[in-house]
T-cell receptor
Framework: QQQVKQSPQSLIVQKGGISIINCAYENTAFDYFPWYQQFPGKGPALLIAIRPDVSEKKEGRFTISFNKSAKQFSLHIMDSQPGDSATYFCAASRTNDYKLSFGAGTTVTVRA | GAVVSQHPSWVICKSGTSVKIECRSLDFQATTMFWYRQFPKQSLMLMATSNEGSKATYEQGVEKDKFLINHASLTLSTLTVTSAHPEDSSFYIC?????????FGQGTRLTVV
């Protein structure tokens, strides 16, 4: 049973466009929601994370939007660049056990 | 930033042999590390939680006798795949937690022939 559902499975965006990836969770005990970026043959790299006490967090071109009542959160990649082409995973965990539940992943392709 | 290093990056072994993968936290101490397995174009699947000085905790369906985990120090956890078979071929990744989040190693590509 997947605890975090992620969509879309893949997306293609033009350079300079906005990439949007959505995730939904069921477990209301989750209180930490990170996003990871993974390139082929490499381990995931922490991109940005949010906790439920804020509705939005921005770091550079990456923004997380969080809707606690809907149990949804999303990643927006602004001004997408070819170097952003990678697989993105959302995840969720509880602070007291740190075990991450991952979404299925979204492969983003940025066309020049 | 926090760095987690895995070794080797890739390994090919014969069926029936054992392979050891190391995961080190280079600039911090990690009492807990995690081991994941990832199949091509799929998500990460948690295999076990490695606890320094105590037994690892395995996720349901993971054979603890096949995937031996040892966390002998605060900076090193090892995963040994015993009597490896072709179906064990996969990408194995470890992680360690910091206050800002989990940091992952670069992964180990295991191919069993």
């Amino acid at each position: 049973q997947q605890q975090v559902k992620q969509s879309p499975q893949s997306l293609i965006v033009q350079k300079g466009g906005i990439s949007i990836i959505n995730c939904a969770y069921e477990n209301t005990a989750f209180d930490y929601f990170p996003w990871y970026q993974q390139f082929p043959g490499k381990g995931p790299a922490l991109l940005i994370a949010i906790r439920p006490d804020v509705s939005e967090k921005k770091e550079g071109r990456f923004t997380i939007s969080f809707n606690k009542s809907a149990k949804q959160f999303s990643l927006h990649i602004m001004d997408s660049q070819p170097g952003d082409s990678a697989t993105y995973f959302c995840a969720a965990s509880r602070t007291n056990d740190y075990k991450l539940s991952f979404g299925a992943g979204t492969t983003v392709t940025v066309r020049a | 930033g926090a760095v987690v290093s895995q070794h080797p990056s890739w390994v090919i072994c014969k069926s029936g042999t054992s392979v050891k993968i190391e995961c080190r936290s280079l600039d911090f101490q990690a009492t807990t590390m995690f081991w994941y397995r990832q199949f091509p174009k799929q998500s990460l699947m948690l295999m076990a939680t490695s606890n320094e000085g105590s037994k690892a905790t395995y996720e349901q369906g993971v054979e603890k006798d096949k995937f031996l985990i040892n966390h002998a120090s605060l900076t090193l956890s090892t995963l040994t795949v015993t009597s490896a078979h072709p179906e064990d071929s996969s990408f194995y990744i470890c992680s360690a937690d910091r206050p800002v989040g989990a940091f992952f190693g670069q992964g180990t590509r295991l191919t069993v022939v």
